[in-house]
């Protein structure tokens, strides 16, 4: 059974710095991984996707790498802002069935001004 | 282009008491979520509609909970009778096609609090 675990589960940080969250997973069976943001009464914004055959993608301040083989991902963000003060979840698509999400649990993210 | 809306945004209702929810997806988009995310865990996917039938309903306690799409376009969730442990958000989402590649919206959730 895929088990999704983030660490860490909070992380309190000064506006400017760069930043490391993780992801990790049971099942390196996957078909893709994705990482969400989610803002406070607010659902969830896709950020980045990588295929299974992906080492990485970036976006911006965002790059999430893919190491299927240790069942781990990481999303790196440049130069925090207030602004990224969120929730981040990471997904892993399993590749059976009806290809469902296996969410994580989160870190809950906030920048300090 | 509008985003999935869900409504109500809040609901808080007594134990043993019933509940529905209300999904409008992406016009065009085939596919259909139902996830609940209990406080400080990650969504869990309820079930999933292709057009309005059923690909996948696993992880719906099927005892209480129901959902339906009608038409292939907005659904509605309902919990039958509520008991406090399905104090939660739940979200909607959509997405074009079913699939892996698909990238799925998500709507703002309806946050319901059994007492």
């Known amino acids: 059974k895929q088990e999704v675990t983030q660490i860490p589960a909070a992380l309190s940080v000064p506006e400017g710095e760069n930043l490391v969250l993780n992801c990790s997973f049971t099942?390196?069976?996957?078909?893709?991984l994705q990482w969400f943001r989610q803002d406070p009464g607010k659902g969830l914004t896709s950020l980045l996707l990588?295929?299974?055959?992906?080492r990485e993608q970036t976006s911006g301040r965002l790059n999430a790498s893919l190491d299927k083989s240790s069942g781990r991902s990481t999303l790196y963000i440049a130069a925090s802002q207030p602004g990224d003060s969120a929730t981040y979840l990471c997904?892993?698509?399993?590749?059976?069935?009806?290809?469902?999400?296996?969410f994580g649990t989160g870190t809950r993210l906030k920048v300090l001004a | 282009e509008a985003g999935v809306a869900q409504s109500p945004r809040y609901k808080i209702i007594e134990k043993r008491q019933s509940v529905a929810f209300w999904c409008n997806p992406i016009?065009?988009?085939?596919?259909l979520y139902w996830y609940q995310q209990i406080l400080g865990q990650g969504p869990k996917l309820l079930i999933q509609?292709?057009?309005?039938?059923?690909?996948?309903d696993s992880q719906l306690p099927k005892d209480r909970f129901s959902a339906e799409r009608l038409k292939g376009v907005d659904s509605t969730l309902k919990i039958q009778p509520a008991k406090l442990e399905d104090s939660a958000v739940y979200l909607c989402?959509?997405?074009?096609?079913?699939?892996?590649?698909?990238?799925?919206?998500f709507g703002p959730g309806t946050r319901l609090l059994v007492l």
């Open positions: 989402a959509s997405s074009p096609r079913a699939g892996a590649g698909e990238t799925q919206y």
């Open positions: 099942d390196s069976a996957i078909y893709n």
């Open positions: 990588i295929q299974s055959s992906q």
């Open positions: 997904a892993v698509r399993t590749t059976s069935g009806t290809y469902k999400y296996i």
């Open positions: 016009s065009g988009h085939a596919t």
């Open positions: 509609f292709q057009n309005n039938g059923v690909v996948d």
